[in-house]
């Protein structure tokens, strides 16, 4: 998953370190005016946003959620009293951290909020044999651990968080290269085609396809059996 968030404080910038250092995909900027241009033209889950932005920066959580309605907001406020955090979530954010908690915890909230938009209770996907951690980014077929690089465990996860959903090149693009460094949109014809040797071993079960000319699709057997059903 990618995450954008805005490094507008220490706090914000400890919160962003600790993400990196669990790999977690990172949209980062440290100029608040540019949070609604990425929310707009870049692909995250998550915005995570210091809540001295919103009162103090003139940033508004309904103009926000226009810009993106389906995107979580999580806010994150030094000692936040409770009627701040129930005006905040009244407002628009899907959760409110309070940053002199160890970071850690900021870490798995942060988690939690994004995966669940995505209809996941749990940090697990699992079709078939194919089971994938989000917590620690490793994926498993057959109890077995495959073994991917960085960039094939993002297209996997990415992929298979979209069961059956056409994904294009150019969303795969802003998802695994956050609109920065961007290679060929080829180079996933590639990667592709290393995921599918790793698939291999499903027997059919899971599978992604190759859609001409648009992009591609993960195939998974349980969820063609839930469609048909």
């Known amino acids: 998953m990618r995450y954008l968030i805005a490094e507008t404080n220490w706090t914000m910038m400890t919160l962003a370190a600790e993400l990196a250092a669990n790999g977690t995909l990172m949209t980062r900027t440290d100029r608040p005016e540019d949070v609604e241009h990425f929310m707009r033209h870049g692909e995250a889950d998550l915005l995570v946003l210091a809540a001295d932005q919103i009162a103090n920066r003139g940033m508004s959580l309904a103009a926000l959620r226009r810009i993106s309605p389906d ?3 999580a806010l994150v406020a030094d000692k936040p009293q409770s009627e701040q ?8 954010a899907d959760c409110v951290i309070d940053a002199t908690r160890p970071p850690e915890e900021a870490v798995v909230t942060l988690q939690a909020v ?10 697990q996907i699992v079709h078939g044999p194919l089971r994938i951690d989000l917590l ?5 077929m057959l109890t077995c651990p495959l073994k991917l690089s960085p960039k094939l465990y993002e297209l996997l996860e990415y992929l ?3 069961p059956g959903q ?4 150019a969303e795969l693009l802003s998802h695994i290269y956050g609109l920065e460094n961007e290679p060929d949109a080829r180079v996933f014809d590639v990667y ?7 698939l291999q071993a499903s ?3 899971v599978d992604i396809d190759t859609v001409r000319g648009s992009g591609f699709r993960f195939a998974a057997s349980d969820v063609a059996a839930a469609v048909a059903a």
């Open 71 to 73: 995107m979580p907001i």
């Open 114 to 123: 994004a995966r669940r938009r995505l209809g996941l209770s749990r940090p």
């Open 85 to 92: 955090i129930a005006a905040w979530l009244d407002a628009g």
């Open 203 to 205: 027997a059919g079960a």
């Open 160 to 162: 298979a968080l979209r």
């Open 192 to 198: 592709i085609c290393n995921l599918r040797s790793c």
């Open 166 to 169: 056409l994904v294009t090149r």
């Open 136 to 140: 620690t980014r490793k994926a498993y």
